[in-house]
């Protein structure tokens, strides 16, 4: 058998020795070589099996189309939007991921951002830090009337699927009245096992008085939240988003906090990270920013290095990956082997074998 080869190509930090590891105990060739562009990615997976990347570059058509070797492209961590999964599924590339491994932590940070924002922590914290407490204490009062609780409240969840149904477990022990979700793929038996309620998306937005966004990046989810969305919520309301930048419109973000549309936001993730220094976003000081790291843990980057390489042996091996974002290209494999495709060449069968 021909020796295999893995290129990880993510441009925003060097893949984890984890990671490395687990491909090089396997006996099989792997090499970094960061890259911003389709052009580089190219030049450098020209003869790679298996391609590892992260959120960007994106993995298009024309990357996809100009690998002939290629089998997988795995992506780190749970997403696989960065992906053109039509074109991967047509040309018979798997296009995995590593779901359930940041959970609890997007979970986590969304409800921190949440009591970060009712709570006023990082002003409080400002303010004692500064001496306000003793020497100003009416700048710190002034901050007393903008407080808020969530108990009694209406708590909005857009996207009701791992992530979104870990922040309902964590949001009913802070007692809020109802607990409300919009996510047309989920039936209001699984949502009743979460004390959540479904709504369509105009009630969501209308009845929320905090919406937390917990739904993939898709052409249906693109900018569902722009100024029109704003809008329809209560100018009190408070907007958080740890999923992906694309399903919120910025400049209606911008909008919306800038004209009181509506009252604060905690974002993770914007629509090009990361994020420049000149954005305007930065500058709004109703609106909470941190930086893509509401996945991140001890234990999700140890288990998410381990899973990524591990993706990239198993189906170079046979052997079942730990999530395929197309598993349509099944099927496709299957036929495109009875056609004498050679892209698969050499690599036990996923479909007859143990599978995806």
């Keep these: 058998m021909a020796p295999r080869k893995v290129v990880i ?4 930090r060097p893949p984890s020795d984890i990671t490395l590891d687990v491909i090089k105990e396997a006996g099989i060739e792997v090499e970094y070589i960061s890259c911003d562009t389709e052009e580089q990615v190219i030049a450098a997976a020209s003869d790679a099996d298996v391609l590892l990347v992260g959120t960007v570059p994106d993995t298009t058509r024309k990357v996809l189309e ?7 492209v795995g992506r780190s961590g749970v997403g696989v939007d960065s992906v053109d999964l039509e074109a991967a599924t047509e040309l018979g590339i798997a296009v995995t991921n590593t779901p359930g491994i940041n959970t609890s932590e997007v979970a986590d940070h969304a409800m921190a951002l949440l009591l970060s924002l009712t709570k006023q922590v990082p002003e409080l914290r400002e303010a004692t830090k ?9 700048d710190v009062n002034a901050l007393r009337g903008k407080l808020r609780r969530i108990a009694g409240n209406t708590v909005g969840i857009y996207g009701l699927g791992n992530i979104g149904r870990a922040f309902a477990s ?10 409300i979700a919009h996510d047309p793929y989920v039936p209001q038996t699984t949502a009743d096992l979460y004390g959540v309620h479904l709504v369509d998306f105009e009630t969501l937005l209308a009845e929320s008085d905090f919406i937390t966004v917990h739904s993939p990046a898709t052409a249906e989810t693109n900018h569902a939240f722009n100024i029109e969305s704003f809008r329809k919520m209560k100018p009190t309301a408070i907007f958080i988003n740890c999923a992906r930048g694309p399903l919120v419109d910025e400049a209606g973000l911008q909008e919306a906090l800038e004209t009181g549309v509506i009252y604060a936001a905690g974002i993770d993730v914007t629509e ?3 994020l420049g220094a000149e954005s ?3 500058k709004i000081p109703n609106l909470t ?3 893509h790291f509401a996945g991140a843990s001890d234990v999700t980057s140890a288990e998410g290095a381990k899973r990524w390489g591990e993706n990239a042996v198993n189906v170079l091996t046979g052997q079942p990956v730990h999530g395929l974002g197309n598993p349509d290209v099944v099927k496709v494999i299957a036929v495109k082997r009875s056609q004498g ?3 698969w060449d050499g690599i036990p069968d996923p479909v007859t074998n143990r599978g995806f």
């Design 66 to 72: 100009a690998l002939p070797n290629l089998k997988m």
């Design 289 to 291: 920013i941190t930086p």
């Design 170 to 179: 964590r949001a009913r022990g802070f007692g809020p009245s109802r607990i």
């Design 280 to 282: 305007p976003l930065l």
């Design 341 to 343: 495709d050679s892209r």
């Design 130 to 138: 500064e001496g306000h407490w003793s020497d100003r204490p009416a």
């Design 9 to 12: 190509t993510m441009n925003n």
């Design 272 to 274: 090009i990270e990361p």
